[in-house]
């Protein structure tokens, strides 16, 4: 199960981070999603309620773009996922001031792609508090599409085999570094809260549903403890 959004709406869930502030410096993402249309995407975005500085945010600007932002510093990903690949597992990190690594992970052809980007990214700001799944905080940049999991870290460096260790169980998300949160969205309706699945308390504090509905099976299953690949 997964939870839909609409790009031409206003969905997104907010989550109050607390004392599980990223470090502004090396951020690590994962995220189960597929996306259903190729107009602008923000994905996850870690910020006050403000643009600049102080965020990171993980964001889908239309077909085949993925990037990472810190502050207002930005870097993409070539060979990013399309429409067409259908559910994939994405992420990228990097270390303080260093060069992000994106990852791709195409369920249906079974298949990964770890690309460095072009060039270093220079650290955000001061820690955020809030945390946004499907849209930024203003909202109007919203999420077309499913999204399963999402995960944060403030770690280092991970290797191209813990992003692959993602897809064959569950328990791998909680393994490494101690995540910032693991949030899954396999709620029945959108009335039921999404917890932190780590318990470190970065639980759902705020809701926007307009164009938000419950959305369809994908190839990952917390029931199963595994995604199937």
């Known amino acids: 199960m997964s939870r839909s959004f609409t790009s031409s709406g206003t969905s997104r869930i907010q989550f109050n981070i607390g004392a599980n502030t990223h470090n502004g410096q090396s951020n690590w993402a994962a995220i189960v999603r597929r996306t259903t249309n190729s107009v602008l995407h923000v994905i996850n975005y870690y910020g006050t309620a403000t643009s600049g500085g102080n965020r990171i945010q993980y964001a889908c600007l239309g077909d085949n773009t993925f990037q990472l932002r810190e502050g207002n510093n930005v870097q993409t990903m070539t060979g990013a996922p399309v429409v067409a690949d259908g559910w994939c597992l994405i992420g990228v990190g990097k270390d303080s001031a260093g060069t992000p690594r994106f990852h791709k992970y195409v369920f249906s052809t079974n298949t990964w792609s770890h690309v460095n980007a072009g060039g270093t990214l220079a650290d955000g700001g001061a820690p955020a508090t809030s945390c946004y799944i499907g849209d930024w ?93």
């Open 137 to 229: 905080s203003s909202g109007g940049d919203a999420f077309g599409g499913d999204i399963a999991i999402v995960a944060h870290w403030s770690a280092p460096a991970f290797t191209d085999a813990v992003y692959e260790s993602f897809v064959g169980s569950l328990s791998a998300w909680y393994a490494p570094n101690n995540p910032t949160g693991v949030w899954i969205l396999d709620q029945e309706s959108t009335a039921q809260n999404v917890p932190d699945t780590t318990g470190r308390g970065a639980n759902q504090s705020g809701i926007t549903t307009t164009g938000m509905g419950i959305g369809d099976a994908c190839p990952w299953s917390p029931g199963q403890g595994a995604i199937a690949a």
